[in-house]
């Protein structure tokens, strides 16, 4: 009896504990999508692919947190966009922080494409999921097309087959 107590304690608690955590991010997701004026779709879906709603998650080139931010792109944001200090080390994993860098990179990628927008080869969203997956050097590199990875087509599809789906 008490092994089966603990079980469907340990289940409330647990079950809980996931649901408090699901409605902190959609939370956080709106809030920071109504500060900067950005679909929350979109941002669902980058979040859904990139992390599977995971704020722990880290690549293997040590992209973390829920948008699986690069150290270098983490940087770059806070520095030139936000003009923040906020240490990858400390706060890559921080969820507000870095749904908040990841966001802001994903406009700064909409402003960049702007910029070409003469050149574009593809749709504005499909070359923005493209900065964001190989970046838009790689973007640039394959005249404003997608780029020839496997791997970002594969994420381009699997993000407009989310946002589609909404």
Request: with cysteine; aromatic share 12%; charged share 25%.
């Given at each position: ?10 289940g ?9 955590k699901?409605d902190e991010v ?5 809030e920071?999508?109504r ?5 929350k779709?979109?941002v ?5 692919t990139?992390?599977?709603f995971d704020p ?6 040590d992209?973390?947190?829920l948008?699986q931010?690069?150290?270098e792109?983490w940087q ?5 966009l936000?003009g ?8 890559g ?14 406009l ?9 927008k003469?050149?574009?080869q593809?749709t504005?969203l499909?070359?923005?999921l ?5 970046g838009p050097?790689?973007?640039?590199k394959a005249n ?7 791997e ?5 599809a699997?993000?407009?087959s989310d946002?589609?789906a909404?």
């Amino acid at each position: 009896k008490r092994i089966l107590l603990f079980i469907i304690i340990f289940g409330c608690v647990f079950v809980s504990s996931a649901q408090i955590k699901a409605d902190e991010v959609d939370e956080i997701i709106s809030e920071v999508c109504r500060q900067y004026d950005i679909d929350k779709r979109l941002v669902y879906c980058v979040i859904e692919t990139e992390s599977s709603f995971d704020p722990a998650a880290r690549s293997n080139c040590d992209a973390r947190g829920l948008m699986q931010i690069t150290p270098e792109t983490w940087q770059r944001v806070c520095d030139d966009l936000l003009g923040v200090c906020w240490d990858f080390e400390d706060f890559g994993f921080d969820m507000r922080k870095n749904i908040e860098v990841g966001v802001r990179y994903l406009l700064w990628i909409e402003g960049y494409l702007k910029l070409h927008k003469n050149e574009l080869q593809t749709t504005h969203l499909e070359l923005v999921l493209a900065c964001y997956n190989a970046g838009p050097g790689n973007v640039k590199k394959a005249n404003f097309q997608v780029p020839p990875f496997s791997e970002t087509q594969n994420y381009i599809a699997k993000v407009l087959s989310d946002f589609d789906a909404d």
